[in-house]
């Protein structure tokens, strides 16, 4: 069966399902950068951060970025910055640059 042949509210749940597995391996993992998964895939925890809060603006939900950044990062945005992430490498950077001009 395809994705687009299940019901609506099959769809959402696993479509759901899919996101907290996605957060929970993030959570797993927070030895990775946001801009390693910038450089590799395009997109970092800020991102899905954004996208949660625009989800919410699109339904009406008054939520605010830090909540959004919070169901994210598994905490406050400001204490995971603290305790995870360590400042980008020279290498880091350089690849970010290529990325952004390719």
Same mark, same amino acid.
């Given at each position: *069966? /395809?994705?687009? $042949?299940?019901?609506?509210?099959?769809?959402?749940? @696993? $479509?759901?399902?899919?996101? /907290?597995?996605?957060?929970?391996?993030?959570?797993?993992?927070?030895?990775?950068?946001?801009? =390693?998964? *910038?450089?590799?895939?395009?997109?970092?925890?800020?991102?899905? &951060? %954004?996208?949660?809060? +625009?989800?919410? =603006?699109?339904? &009406?939900?008054? @939520?605010?970025?830090?909540?959004? /950044?919070? /169901?994210?990062? &598994? *905490?406050?945005? !400001? $204490?995971? %910055?603290? =305790?995870?992430?360590?400042? !980008?490498?020279?290498?880091?950077? !350089?690849? *970010? +640059?290529?990325?952004? %001009?390719?």
């Amino acid at each position: *069966m /395809r994705h687009e $042949d299940l019901p609506s509210a099959e769809q959402d749940a @696993l $479509d759901a399902a899919t996101f /907290r597995r996605l957060l929970a391996h993030l959570n797993a993992n927070r030895d990775v950068q946001n801009i =390693d998964l *910038m450089i590799l895939a395009g997109f970092c925890r800020n991102c899905l &951060g %954004k996208w949660y809060q +625009a989800a919410a =603006d699109e339904r &009406g939900v008054e @939520l605010g970025d830090e909540a959004a /950044r919070e /169901r994210i990062y &598994g *905490m406050p945005y !400001a $204490d995971w %910055k603290r =305790d995870f992430q360590a400042p !980008a490498t020279p290498e880091q950077l !350089a690849a *970010m +640059a290529a990325r952004d %001009k390719a």
